[in-house]
């Protein structure tokens, strides 16, 4: 079992920066890989990013390549994304999510652990 607790949103201007973490508990969390999704209301729950067990390995959305970037301490069982250069269409809650594999796949189904999710909110 994993358990997964989100944390860093908040409400930023546009072209700003926050940086959210995600707290695991679970001997698993460092075998396996790491997914941050989003869901905007009335849309889909969708990919951000994912990084594998490792750390080495690391999966973007074309919306995020180039302005986030997700990383992870398998030391101190922690996950994070970095978001930089944010637009008000990045608005979300996001969610850390973990299992089922090591290497980081763009599905949902691909991981069996969420957190309960954390609010973005990015003012034009």
């Known amino acids: 079992q994993v358990q997964l607790v989100e944390s860093g949103g908040g409400l930023v201007q546009a072209g700003g920066s926050l940086r959210l973490s995600c707290a695991a508990s679970g001997r698993t969390f460092s075998s396996v890989a790491m997914g941050w999704f989003r869901q905007a209301p009335g849309k889909e729950r969708e990919i951000v990013a994912g990084v594998s067990w490792s750390g080495l390995a690391t999966y973007y959305a074309d919306f995020v390549k180039g302005r986030f970037t997700i990383s992870r301490d398998n030391a101190k069982n922690t996950g994070y994304l970095q978001m930089n250069s944010l637009k008000p269409e990045d608005t979300a809650v996001y969610y850390c999510?973990?299992?089922?594999?090591?290497?980081?796949?763009?599905?949902?189904?691909?991981?069996?652990?969420w957190g309960q999710g954390t609010q973005v909110t990015v003012s034009s």
């Open positions: 999510a973990a299992g089922r594999y090591s290497d980081p796949y763009a599905y949902r189904g691909a991981y069996d652990y």
